[in-house]
C-alpha cells in the first residue's frame, strides 16, 4: 500500500487498468471455448469423449467462468482505490453496451453475409442455365452438321448427284 501512496496516479490507474484487462482476456478466452463448445454441441459429435466427460467439461468451464466472474466483480468494488468511483457500475453499463454493439454489428455482419450467399447462388444458377443453353445449342448444330455429313455420303445422294469428293457438304 505505501508503494501505491508513493506512485504516481496514473501509473496505478494503468497499472490497475492492465491487471483488470488482464484478467479480463483471461475471462474472455475461457468464455470464447465454452461458446464454441456449446456450438459444437449442435453437431453430430464424431470424436472419442463420452457425452459424460464432454458435459463435464462444460460444467468445469461454466464454473470456472463464474468463479472469475465473481474475482473480477469482488476486486472492481472492494480492492479497487476510491478515486476510481463505482469501477464496477461503470465497467458492467459499458459492457453491456458493448454486447449490443456487438450485437448489432454481428446481425448486419450476417445479413450481409446471407445477401451475398444468395448472389452468388444466383450467379451459379444463371451459368447453369446458360451452360446448359450453349450444351443445347451445341448439340442441335453438331446433330445438323451429322445430319448433312450423312445425306452427303449415303449412296442414294452420290447415286442421284455425283460430284467430286471434295466438293462442299452443302453443294
Given at each position: 500500500m505505501q508503494e501505491i501512496g508513493k506512485a504516481d496516479p496514473n501509473d496505478v490507474f494503468i497499472r490497475i487498468g492492465n491487471d483488470l484487462?488482464?484478467?479480463?482476456?483471461?475471462?474472455?478466452?475461457?468464455?470464447?471455448?465454452?461458446?464454441?463448445?456449446?456450438?459444437?454441441?449442435?453437431?453430430?459429435?464424431?470424436?472419442?469423449?463420452?457425452?459424460?466427460?464432454?458435459?463435464?467439461?462444460?460444467?468445469?468451464?461454466?464454473?470456472r467462468l463464474d468463479a472469475m466472474f465473481a474475482e473480477l466483480r469482488e476486486t472492481m468494488v472492494y480492492k479497487a482505490p476510491p478515486e476510481l468511483g463505482?469501477?464496477?457500475?461503470?465497467?458492467?453499463?459499458?459492457?453491456?453496451?458493448?454486447?449490443?454493439?456487438?450485437?448489432?454489428?454481428?446481425?448486419?455482419?450476417?445479413?450481409?453475409?446471407?445477401?451475398?450467399?444468395?448472389?452468388?447462388?444466383?450467379?451459379?444458377?444463371?451459368?447453369k442455365e446458360e451452360a446448359v443453353w450453349v450444351g443445347a445449342i451445341l448439340?442441335?448444330?453438331a446433330w445438323y452438321v451429322g445430319v448433312l455429313v450423312l445425306i452427303r455420303t449415303s449412296h442414294t445422294y452420290r447415286g442421284l448427284y455425283s460430284s467430286p469428293w471434295w466438293s462442299c457438304v452443302l453443294c
Open positions: 484487462g488482464a484478467l479480463m482476456d483471461a475471462y474472455d478466452e475461457i468464455g470464447k471455448a465454452f461458446l464454441a463448445q456449446e456450438a459444437e454441441a449442435a453437431k453430430v459429435y464424431t470424436g472419442k469423449d463420452s457425452v459424460g466427460k464432454r458435459a463435464l467439461n462444460r460444467v468445469i468451464i461454466r464454473s463505482d469501477l464496477w457500475g461503470k465497467y458492467e453499463k459499458m459492457w453491456k453496451q458493448i454486447v449490443i454493439e456487438q450485437d448489432e454489428a454481428h446481425k448486419r455482419e450476417t445479413a450481409k453475409m446471407q445477401i451475398e450467399a444468395a448472389q452468388r447462388r444466383r450467379r451459379i444458377r444463371k451459368r448439340f442441335v448444330v
